[in-house]
């Protein structure tokens, strides 16, 4: 355990998210006399997704450490969806007895953990001997940060973490990997190509993704959209690389460019799921440029005309150093049309924000936390819910690269309080999660970490008493609550005061304003109750479509 310890600390990993029991606990204090921080957890599922949102923050592995069977289990969630959204992270599981497990004698904790983690993470390795840690570990942080990012399972079995060895043996082991995540340059043949593609472009667009974000070179970006004058739309977790409300921002004209750009250019953006795989609305002639880092991402929805294989950074350096060269094509009324669109619609959007509804609806809500927010563009935003998660995105502006952490590819429930916490431990910033009242429940007891660890997040929560809302039609022959109800009534903020944080409970958007621009300068663990009215969202917020067609009808 002291050279695990050691071997983390000496390849830089300087925090560890995770709960402890056997066989791990003891590693967990190793580790903090090594001047590791330990950040201990409810569930391992939240400590994991502090430790992947900690690795997208960063660019270097959040390390999540769990205990045997179902600790492990709780944690593969996590790393599986940090996988799944290009995350950085290692999780280290502890396992029972290889050979009572293998064969299948009825051991502790018995599990063949590493089988279970293979083929849904991207990396997984077991480390069996004390002397093969620095290896494991150095293998696992350069799985995770190289090519694309990804979650990394280690196995270490209970016989290792109790190993003995000599210590002077065991400190001439350790070494740090050189260069771990190696610049992969793009081939000139690709950028002339993606250049000229962009050059025949009447109606160009430059798509932001949370790759983009992630690879932080915010400046880089900067350039290639001011220097084309491009218009930009940004994915979700993408919001504030550019401002939001920059003048080449296309975000309020998303459905133009999908129908009209006739040269879109990715970055860092997967054309899946949320952009409707490439088809739809989208023109059927444009083409596609893509900087990517995995050539295995080109064509599987759309053929790519111009891919660009390469790390972002070294890809917009050598598409950069060609721009000046580069005469562009671009229709000027194609950027005074997105302008002049957007114009609109923002005032449009601005007149849905305006009437100051009580009881609240998502939006009278909204328009008190987008004061605010966008009053402090340095506090980092954690989102979810399904009409909460919509809702905000659309409401608040960023302005800050790396400043809103969502449910992200999967658009899964369960990351709040996690990302919360991952959030201001990497940065140090102030975090605000707001969160839908269901969302908010996967993760809610791990608001009391918040608290034991005095961080500076307040948790915001929009309480319309159920999943989408709270008046789900109830076809129940016994009485029971519908599927969807939860409790409008329930009184979140008392959750808070169990764990002694600063609390609030909020009926009209006034109040809440007040309660959220007290508690982010607070600093401090702060809980808000939002009472929503129980009919305030709809079925699936902005996705209903993805639903079978019959549960629609009865709904
Ligand atoms: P979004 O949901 O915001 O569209 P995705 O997660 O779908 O973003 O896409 C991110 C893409 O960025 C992935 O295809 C991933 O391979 C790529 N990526 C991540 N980091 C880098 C990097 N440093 N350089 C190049 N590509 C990267
Ligand atoms: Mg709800």
Same mark, same amino acid.
């Given at each position: 355990?002291?050279?695990?310890?050691?071997?983390?600390?000496?390849?830089?990993?300087?925090?560890? +998210?995770?709960?402890?029991?056997?066989?791990?606990?003891?590693?967990?204090?190793?580790?903090?006399?090594?001047?590791?921080?330990?950040?201990?957890?409810?569930?391992?599922?939240?400590?994991?997704?502090?430790?992947?949102?900690?690795?997208?923050?960063?660019?270097?592995?959040?390390?999540?450490?769990?205990?045997?069977?179902?600790?492990?289990?709780?944690?593969?969630?996590?790393?599986?969806?940090?996988?799944?959204?290009?995350?950085?992270?290692?999780?280290?599981?502890?396992?029972?007895?290889?050979?009572?497990?293998?064969?299948?004698?009825?051991?502790?904790?018995?599990?063949?953990?590493?089988?279970?983690?293979?083929?849904?993470?991207?990396?997984?390795?077991?480390?069996?001997?004390?002397?093969?840690?620095?290896?494991?570990?150095?293998?696992? +942080?350069?799985?995770?940060?190289?090519?694309?990012?990804?979650?990394? +399972?280690?196995?270490?079995?209970?016989? %290792?973490?109790?190993?003995?060895?000599?210590?002077?043996?065991?400190?001439?082991?350790?070494?740090?990997?050189?260069?771990? %995540?190696?610049?992969?340059?793009?081939?000139?043949?690709?950028?002339?190509?993606?250049?000229?593609?962009?050059?025949?472009?009447?109606?160009?667009?430059?798509?932001?993704?949370?790759?983009?974000?992630?690879?932080?070179?915010?400046?880089?970006?900067?350039?290639?959209?001011?220097?084309?004058?491009?218009?930009? +739309?940004?994915?979700?977790?993408?919001?504030?690389?550019?401002?939001?409300?920059?003048?080449?921002?296309?975000?309020?004209?998303?459905?133009?460019?999908?129908?009209?750009?006739?040269?879109?250019?990715?970055?860092?953006?997967?054309?899946?799921?949320?952009?409707?795989?490439?088809?739809?609305?989208?023109?059927?002639?444009?083409?596609?440029?893509?900087?990517?880092?995995?050539?295995?991402?080109?064509?599987?929805?759309?053929?790519?005309?111009?891919?660009?294989?390469?790390?972002?950074?070294?890809?917009?350096?050598?598409?950069?150093?060609?721009?000046?060269?580069?005469?562009?094509?671009?229709?000027?009324?194609?950027?005074?049309?997105?302008?002049?669109?957007?114009?609109?619609?923002?005032?449009?959007?601005?007149?849905?924000?305006?009437?100051?509804?009580?009881?609240?609806?998502?939006?009278?809500?909204?328009?008190?936390?987008?004061?605010?927010?966008?009053?402090?563009?340095?506090?980092?935003?954690?989102?979810?819910?399904?009409?909460?998660?919509?809702?905000?995105?659309?409401?608040?502006?960023?302005?800050?690269?790396?400043?809103?952490?969502? %449910?992200?590819?999967?658009?899964?429930?369960?990351?709040?309080?996690?990302?919360?916490?991952?959030?201001?431990?990497?940065?140090?910033?102030?975090?605000?999660?707001?969160?839908?009242?269901?969302?908010?429940?996967?993760?809610?007891?791990?608001?009391?970490?918040?608290?034991?660890?005095?961080?500076?997040?307040?948790?915001?929560?929009?309480?319309?008493?159920?999943?989408?809302?709270?008046?789900?039609?109830?076809?129940?022959?016994?009485?029971?609550?519908?599927?969807?109800?939860?409790?409008?009534?329930?009184?979140?903020?008392?959750?808070?005061?169990?764990?002694?944080?600063?609390?609030?409970? =909020?009926?009209?958007?006034?109040?809440?304003?007040?309660?959220?621009?007290?508690?982010?300068?607070?600093?401090?663990? %702060?809980?808000?109750?939002?009472?929503?009215?129980?009919?305030?969202?709809?079925?699936?917020?902005?996705?209903?479509?993805?639903?079978?067609?019959?549960?629609?009808?009865? =709904?």
């Amino acid at each position: 355990m002291y050279i695990l310890a050691r071997a983390l600390k000496n390849v830089g990993i300087d925090v560890m +998210y995770g709960l402890v029991g056997i066989p791990v606990t003891e590693m967990a204090y190793i580790a903090q006399a090594q001047g590791i921080r330990f950040i201990s957890f409810r569930h391992e599922q939240q400590a994991g997704m502090a430790a992947a949102t900690h690795g997208f923050l960063t660019k270097t592995p959040g390390v999540l450490l769990t205990v045997s069977s179902l600790g492990f289990i709780n944690g593969l969630t996590a790393t599986v969806n940090a996988t799944v959204n290009c995350y950085p992270m290692i999780q280290i599981s502890g396992s029972s007895q290889r050979e009572t497990i293998d064969l299948e004698q009825g051991a502790y904790e018995g599990l063949d953990q590493l089988n279970v983690a293979k083929g849904l993470v991207k990396a997984a390795y077991r480390v069996n001997r004390p002397e093969d840690i620095p290896t494991a570990v150095a293998r696992a +942080y350069r799985a995770a940060v190289s090519g694309r990012p990804g979650g990394v +399972y280690l196995d270490v079995t209970t016989a %290792c973490l109790g190993a003995v060895m000599n210590h002077d043996d065991a400190e001439k082991l350790l070494f740090k990997p050189v260069d771990p %995540c190696p610049a992969v340059q793009p081939s000139a043949e690709s950028v002339d190509r993606a250049l000229q593609l962009l050059a025949s472009a009447r109606q160009p667009a430059i798509l932001l993704g949370k790759g983009a974000a992630y690879a932080q070179v915010d400046d880089k970006i900067k350039q290639l959209v001011e220097t084309t004058g491009i218009p930009f +739309y940004p994915m979700s977790m993408a919001k504030g690389l550019m401002p939001d409300n920059h003048p080449l921002s296309a975000i309020s004209a998303r459905s133009t460019i999908m129908e009209k750009a006739d040269v879109v250019m990715l970055i860092g953006a997967r054309l899946n799921w949320l952009l409707s795989r490439g088809h739809g609305k989208w023109n059927p002639q444009g083409q596609f440029i893509q900087l990517d880092i995995d050539p295995g991402e080109f064509d599987c929805n759309r053929p790519i005309a111009a891919p660009v294989v390469g790390d972002i950074e070294s890809s917009l350096d050598a598409i950069l150093a060609k721009l000046p060269g580069l005469k562009l094509n671009m229709d000027p009324a194609w950027v005074k049309g997105i302008q002049d669109e957007s114009k609109v619609k923002n005032a449009k959007f601005l007149e849905r924000l305006a009437p100051q509804t009580v009881p609240m609806t998502h939006w009278s809500a909204l328009s008190a936390v987008k004061k605010v927010l966008e009053a402090n563009p340095d506090t980092i935003l954690v989102n979810e819910g399904a009409n909460t998660l919509d809702d905000t995105r659309d409401s608040v502006d960023m302005f800050l690269p790396r400043h809103r952490i969502d %449910c992200a590819t999967w658009a899964i429930m369960g990351m709040g309080m996690g990302s919360a916490i991952g959030a201001a431990v990497a940065t140090g910033k102030s975090v605000v999660a707001v969160e839908g009242d269901s969302a908010f429940g996967f993760s809610g007891m791990d608001f009391s970490t918040i608290c034991r660890f005095n961080l500076p997040v307040t948790v915001v929560i929009f309480n319309n008493g159920g999943i989408y809302n709270g008046i789900g039609e109830n076809l129940s022959k016994d009485g029971d609550p519908a599927p969807t109800t939860l409790d409008v009534k329930a009184r979140y903020d008392k959750l808070g005061d169990a764990f002694g944080a600063q609390t609030y409970y =909020v009926t009209t958007p006034a109040q809440l304003g007040s309660a959220l621009a007290e508690a982010v300068a607070s600093k401090k663990p %702060c809980l808000i109750d939002v009472q929503l009215a129980a009919d305030s969202g709809k079925e699936s917020g902005h996705i209903g479509y993805l639903n079978p067609a019959p549960l629609i009808d009865i =709904v």
